[in-house]
């Protein structure tokens, strides 16, 4: 199955439901700090934040929302041409002690993932690390997995899902494409 | 980008791009953990045949923290003293596996010949050579004029700004790298120097020449001042002095308080360092708060990183 697999409602919605079971799974957001890794786990951090500001009073969006850019920490720098390194922002009081909550679009390999716990421990020492991801395409190579998902969506490998996000792309969708079964 | 030997081919786009990868490599430097995997299993060489503590401590901190194995090898005490050939110690460095090689020479073109001369396997950073180019020190002076006088300068250069760069600019290869650089970035530079001090052939060069600071800063305001420093050594006295004293020169040239006070509210006082207090700087101007020395010295450190980090950890280029 290719084409548009999500769309505007259907991420909004699996967005909610997100933001809904981290405040369930941690009693709370007392201790939570959402880490989007760039690019467009950066703008889902923000919506999530935004999501459990909503209904959670006292939990600032803005001051429990960053970045965390995991280009220096990934494992296959030198089999790729060099990557521009993003912008890595942590919330004012950092992040020890608090329940980090790693944010990314299409978790697959898990390889992203690894990469972002070694970054986090340079960054500080939260209570928890846990993970939340709008897709799962599936295929890990590490003994890695996400805490929150969105969709869980059947791939092949040789398919490609790309997310598309209102504020990077102009519109909310997940999409599917190519592939020779 | 293979190499960096200088700054007089380099593209804007280049240029930018490492200067906002140093704005990055910045950012990790105010972290507790300063250090980063990012070139674990690589080898950064420092070969060094003139003497230099601040550029090969830059280059080696900037290695250090990004994981890279850094050797130090100095033509003092080694087997240049006895004799040895650019040619032959760049094959002995190979053969250690070197994946870059940070050099300082006196010649100028060492840096090239050592990049393209086919012994090297590894990517070239020139860290001065003679009279020639020093890149990174260009960039760092970039870099910093940027933070301080550009809003939000990511992905920008440095456009409509005014830098002044004052001194012995006929031996500076600091100089050269930088009428290059910021020129390339959209800069407009004025040089101030005695015409002594001044090459020949600097006419293709996009730059106002003054032969007083005075009438320099009467000319247009300035954005930054960058001095250089007097080469005590060969400046004065005999057959082959630049200037009849340095008490002239200091009257002439040298920013002390007075012309401080004449500079505009925003203007930055740079100098790559080391210092002469009281002959081309006085000890008012080095230490106001607009002076920017001891930062550039850590803005070095963030530019060697992004410029370790651009040459060597992608996939290998040919």
């Not at chain 1, 690019?39 to 970045?67: K, N």
């Not at chain 2, 409509?160 to 100089?175: E, F, K, N, P, T």
């Not at chain 2, 007075?258 to 080095?286: C, K």
């Amino acid at each position: 199955m290719t084409g548009t697999i999500l769309g505007a409602p259907d991420v909004a919605r699996a967005l909610t439901r997100i933001a809904h079971e981290i405040i369930e799974r941690n009693d709370g957001a007392a201790d939570i700090v959402l880490l989007g890794i760039p690019t467009r786990g950066e703008p889902l951090a923000r919506r999530l934040a935004q999501r459990i500001a909503d209904v959670e009073s006292g939990f600032d969006a803005a001051d429990r929302c960053g970045s965390l850019d995991i280009t220096m920490y990934r494992d296959d720098l030198h089999k790729q041409p060099t990557r521009s390194i993003g912008a890595t922002t942590l919330p004012a009081a950092g992040i020890d002690d608090a329940v980090v909550v790693l944010v990314d679009d299409v978790f697959h390999t898990g390889r992203t993932i690894r990469a972002a716990l070694d970054a986090v421990k340079d960054l500080g020492r939260p209570r928890a690390v846990q993970l939340a991801v709008l897709v799962d395409r599936g295929h890990r190579e590490l003994p890695i997995r996400a805490d929150f998902v969105g969709k869980n969506i059947p791939t092949a490998r040789s398919e490609r899902v790309a997310v598309h996000l209102e504020e990077i792309d102009g519109e909310d969708a997940v999409i599917l494409t190519g592939g020779e079964r | 980008m293979k190499h960096l030997l200088g700054t007089k081919d380099m593209t804007r786009e280049d240029a930018v791009l490492i200067l906002d990868t140093a704005a990055q490599m910045a950012a990790t430097q105010e972290r507790e953990i300063r250090k980063l995997p990012t070139l674990r299993g690589k080898t950064v060489v420092n070969l060094f045949f003139e003497d230099s503590t601040r550029t090969r401590i830059s280059f080696e901190a900037a290695a250090k923290r990004l994981s890279a194995d850094v050797i130090n090898f100095s033509a003092k005490g080694s087997s240049v003293s006895k004799g040895e050939s650019l040619k032959d110690t760049a094959l002995t460095l190979q053969a250690m596996g070197a994946d870059a090689v940070v050099v300082r020479h006196w010649a100028s073109g060492a840096a090239y010949q050592l990049a393209h001369g086919g012994w090297l396997h590894g990517s070239v950073l020139n860290a001065g050579d003679g009279t020639h180019e020093h890149p990174t020190q260009a960039l760092l002076d970039a870099f910093t004029a940027r933070k301080h006088l550009v809003g939000d300068p990511a992905g920008k250069g440095l456009d409509g700004l005014h830098i002044a760069i004052v001194g012995d600019v006929l031996h500076s290869r600091v100089a050269r790298s930088n009428v290059h650089l910021l020129t390339t970035l959209g800069a407009r530079v004025s040089l101030v120097a005695p015409p002594t001090l001044l090459p020949v052939g600097m006419g293709p060069w996009p730059v106002d020449v003054f032969h007083s600071l005075d009438d320099a800063l009467d000319a247009a305001d300035v954005d930054a001042v960058m001095m250089l420093r007097v080469q005590r050594e060969r400046m004065t006295g005999g057959g082959s002095a630049f200037f009849p004293s340095p008490e002239e020169y200091t009257r002439l040239f040298g920013l002390d308080g007075d012309r401080m006070a004449r500079l505009p509210e925003h203007t930055i006082v740079m100098h790559p360092g080391p210092m002469n207090r009281g002959l081309e700087i006085s000890a008012e101007a080095a230490d106001s708060p607009r002076s920017v020395i001891v930062e550039q010295v850590a803005n070095g450190v963030a530019v060697r990183m992004a410029a370790l980090y651009l040459l060597l950890a992608g996939e290998e280029q040919a």
